[in-house]
């Protein structure tokens, strides 16, 4: 039986860094027609790990992609792309936890006229300063509340896929994958639409150490830049760059409403300490990959998008990649006297650049 949707599953440090994604996927309602594909560097380490073989044994299909070092995450997934079976295929990342009906929600919602359907974010578990600010930087448009349905844009690293609409861009598709919003963009460009669906819903586990917080902001938004400027003119290039100092004013007069709908009112004082530098670490970024190119942001992403628990506090650490970690954190709730005090203790400091 063809599977009725590829899960996509990078590793560029091998099983054990994905072993809780897939000990979460293993509780999908559908997962007797999941397919997993394992992009990994040796295949050999897969094969010779018994335990391993247990965690992709509850699905339909698997495959190992071998690819040898991954300098970049945007190739290992159009590899897993290329080699997977299914007609749809989701991304993942290894600190992003779907909820059992996650992957039915999805099949369901491509069975209308969607080229792209993406999931809805809960809202953070975690309290951290830092973690709700990266959720408004990174994912608010699709965090609950969120207008489900037809959309512009979805969230990158998450969404899936019907795969034959992805291969029509053949060797360009791991340059489209660098920032999705971009690919989101051309899709729609080309007559494709894009659905948020309401019943997928996924957990997203975001960075507290601030250090890392900023050095991912900056490559975030500098990988987002240079692919969006890709074949622009040098005078359009001098605009932007000319009207980059209003960028953060722009999205703070957005982000701040969202703030309140989130129910982060009171917590708002706080969250601007944040906030505002890193809109204007981000606003750095975008200027930096308009002008200069993508540079280190692709390697970058390896580094700091992958192995999250080295960039979270001791308590978020424990929820979600404890012994009963994983699905037995999404019924947990921290209240605002559980976050720790200033910098997250146990978060490591960010990878120099």
Same mark, same amino acid.
């Given at each position: 039986?063809?599977?009725?949707?590829?899960?996509?599953?990078?590793?560029?440090?091998?099983?054990?860094?994905?072993?809780?994604?897939?000990?979460?996927?293993?509780?999908?309602?559908?997962?007797? @027609?999941?397919?997993?594909?394992?992009?990994?560097?040796?295949?050999? #380490?897969?094969?010779?790990?018994?335990?391993?073989?247990?965690?992709?044994?509850?699905?339909?299909?698997?495959?190992?992609?071998?690819?040898?070092?991954?300098?970049?995450?945007?190739?290992?997934?159009?590899?897993?792309?290329?080699?997977?079976?299914?007609?749809?295929?989701?991304?993942?990342?290894?600190?992003?936890?779907?909820?059992?009906?996650?992957?039915?929600?999805?099949?369901?919602?491509?069975?209308?006229?969607?080229?792209?359907?993406?999931?809805?974010?809960?809202?953070?578990?975690?309290?951290?300063?830092?973690?709700?600010?990266?959720?408004?930087?990174?994912?608010?448009?699709?965090?609950?509340?969120?207008?489900?349905?037809?959309? #512009?844009?979805?969230?990158?690293?998450?969404?899936?896929?019907?795969?034959?609409?992805?291969?029509? =861009?053949? #060797? @360009?598709?791991?340059?489209?994958?660098?920032?999705?919003?971009?690919?989101?963009?051309?899709?729609?460009?080309?007559?494709? @639409?894009?659905?948020?669906?309401?019943?997928?819903?996924?957990?997203?586990? =975001?960075?507290?150490?601030?250090?890392?917080?900023?050095?991912?902001?900056? =490559?975030?938004?500098?990988?987002?830049?240079?692919?969006?400027?890709?074949?622009?003119?040098?005078?359009?290039?001098?605009?932007?760059?000319?009207?980059?100092?209003?960028?953060?004013?722009?999205?703070?007069?957005?982000?701040?409403?969202?703030?309140?709908?989130?129910?982060?009112?009171?917590?708002?004082?706080?969250?601007?300490?944040?906030?505002?530098?890193?809109?204007?670490?981000?606003?750095?970024?975008?200027?930096?990959?308009?002008?200069?190119?993508?540079?280190?942001?692709?390697?970058?992403?390896?580094?700091?998008?992958?192995?999250?628990?080295?960039?979270?506090?001791?308590?978020?650490?424990?929820?979600?990649?404890?012994?009963?970690?994983?699905?037995?954190?999404?019924?947990?709730?921290?209240?605002?006297?559980?976050?720790?005090?200033?910098?997250?203790?146990?978060?490591?400091?960010?990878?120099?650049?």
């Amino acid at each position: 039986m063809t599977p009725a949707i590829s899960a996509i599953v990078v590793a560029p440090f091998g099983y054990p860094h994905v072993r809780q994604l897939l000990r979460v996927l293993a509780k999908q309602t559908i997962r007797d @027609r999941m397919e997993i594909v394992l992009v990994v560097p040796s295949r050999r #380490d897969v094969d010779d790990d018994a335990a391993a073989g247990q965690a992709l044994s509850p699905f339909a299909a698997r495959r190992i992609v071998e690819i040898g070092p991954m300098p970049a995450l945007t190739a290992a997934r159009a590899a897993g792309i290329a080699a997977a079976s299914a007609p749809v295929v989701v991304l993942t990342e290894d600190h992003c936890f779907p909820v059992p009906g996650w992957a039915e929600a999805l099949v369901r919602a491509h069975q209308g006229p969607w080229a792209a359907v993406g999931p809805v974010f809960e809202q953070p578990i975690q309290q951290e300063v830092f973690a709700r600010t990266s959720c408004l930087m990174q994912y608010v448009p699709w965090t609950d509340p969120a207008r489900t349905g037809e959309v #512009d844009d979805l969230p990158g690293h998450n969404s899936s896929y019907k795969r034959s609409v992805l291969l029509e =861009y053949g #060797d @360009r598709l791991s340059v489209m994958l660098a920032a999705e919003s971009v690919l989101h963009w051309d899709l729609r460009r080309r007559g494709h @639409r894009l659905w948020l669906e309401p019943e997928a819903r996924v957990h997203h586990v =975001y960075m507290t150490s601030p250090a890392a917080s900023f050095t991912e902001t900056f =490559y975030i938004a500098r990988g987002f830049s240079a692919t969006r400027a890709r074949g622009w003119s040098v005078p359009r290039r001098i605009a932007f760059a000319a009207a980059s100092p209003l960028v953060p004013l722009v999205r703070l007069s957005r982000l701040i409403p969202r703030a309140f709908e989130l129910g982060w009112g009171s917590g708002l004082p706080a969250i601007l300490t944040a906030l505002v530098p890193q809109l204007a670490v981000s606003a750095a970024g975008e200027l930096a990959g308009c002008a200069l190119g993508i540079g280190k942001a692709v390697a970058m992403g390896v580094e700091l998008d992958t192995r999250r628990d080295r960039f979270v506090s001791r308590r978020a650490r424990a929820l979600f990649w404890g012994e009963n970690g994983g699905t037995a954190a999404f019924e947990a709730r921290l209240s605002p006297g559980d976050a720790p005090a200033g910098d997250p203790p146990g978060a490591a400091p960010a990878p120099r650049s």
